[in-house]
């Protein structure tokens, strides 16, 4: 099984700024996701990121509010641009390893 | 589209006793995979458990096990001998293929919050 290490784990931002989440996988997957968890929510996909591809975008989702980055099969960031407080959030990147999704530790994000 | 619905948004089980979360699913592929996820308050995502569907016979885990009903579409979670650590958000999820390639996309029910008395 995969080990997924994302970071950081919290952080509180001001608004309008952006905030870059990393997450490392120990072993080459080829997809990797992110999600978005809102307080006592279900998880809501909000990109999938291939290596050497654009990301695909679930509707709701767009490029410029969440670019994500993909530079090889090992690692995956997703960038939260110019926040508002309703970006409050806890964000969770996912990664796909023979039937079967593992997931980071989560970033709670809290912008004020 | 794929969805996958939790009826029950709480539950409580006595330790030691068994409990059972419901879950439901709608698709129209035919090779998929169904888990069982744990989010314990520290809010990692914990795989407790999974099917393909395929697979006829049901998966065990330990104190885990699910009943998989295919035609209907069915997939719940048993507890056994519950334990006060089982305390935590339980989400069903759905896995299969999209936009008719190699990708695909995990699907989660709203979430099933479970507290284990003791």
């Known amino acids: 099984s995969a080990v997924i290490s994302q970071k950081p784990s919290r952080d509180i931002c001001q608004r309008g700024t952006s905030l870059t989440i990393q997450c490392q996988v120990d072993s080459q997957v080829t997809m990797m996701f992110w999600y978005r968890q809102q307080p006592g929510q279900s998880l809501t996909l909000i990109a999938t990121?291939?290596?050497?591809?654009?990301?695909?975008?679930e509707s709701g989702f767009v490029i410029d509010k969440f670019p994500i980055s993909r530079p090889n099969l090992t690692f995956s960031t997703l960038t939260v641009s110019n926040m508002s407080p309703e970006d409050s959030s806890i964000y969770l990147c996912s990664a796909r390893d023979t039937g079967e999704a593992f997931f980071g530790q989560g970033t709670r994000l809290t912008v004020v | 589209a794929q969805t996958v619905t939790q009826s029950q948004p709480e539950m409580s089980v006595q330790e030691a006793e068994t409990v059972t979360l419901s879950c439901t699913y709608d698709t129209s592929e035919s090779n998929y995979y169904l888990f069982w996820y744990k989010q314990p308050p520290s809010r990692q995502m914990i795989l407790v458990i999974r099917q393909e569907a395929y697979k006829q016979q049901n998966a065990t885990e330990n104190r885990f096990s699910v009943n998989f009903q295919k035609a209907a579409k069915s997939f719940s979670l048993k507890i056994s001998d519950s334990q006060l650590g089982d305390t935590a958000m339980y989400f069903c999820?759905?896995?299969?293929?999209f936009g008719g390639g190699s990708n695909y996309k995990l699907t989660f029910g709203k979430g099933t919050l479970l507290t284990v008395n003791p």
């Open positions: 999820a759905f896995m299969a293929r």
């Open positions: 990121a291939n290596q050497g591809s654009e990301a695909t975008y």
